[in-house]
């Protein structure tokens, strides 16, 4: 027989509840029975840019607007792009280097 799930409790505000959850000693299981969860999926959902300044040398953004050109693509998002790369090939290295006996350097 299941257990009875405790209620959710009412929270003040999204900064309280997510200390809620994240905290150690509140179990999920214990106030959500996920047996009953579905997937669901959020086609038009974009994720939340910041807009940021950034200064770099005038002959390196030229070469980057020229191949961004070449490849028919804004050059903001070709910098996004290789942006988002690096930073995925930071952390599959990172989550490598825990496993192994020797630092990683980049």
Not at 33 to 56: G, N, Q, Y
Not at 77 to 89: D, G, N, P, V, Y
């Amino acid at each position: 027989m299941k257990k009875p799930l405790k209620p959710i409790p009412e929270f003040a505000n999204e900064a309280e509840e997510r200390a809620f959850w994240e905290s150690p000693e509140n179990d999920s299981t214990e106030y959500v029975d996920w047996s009953k969860a579905r997937l669901v999926s959020f086609p038009k959902l974009h994720p939340s840019t910041e807009t940021i300044s950034l200064r770099m040398p005038e002959d390196l953004l030229n070469t980057i607007r020229n191949h961004a050109r070449r490849l028919d693509v804004p050059y903001q998002s070709l910098i996004k792009l290789w942006c988002a790369e690096k930073a995925a090939e930071l952390t599959h290295i990172s989550g490598n280097a825990s496993r192994t006996t020797k630092p990683v350097r980049s």
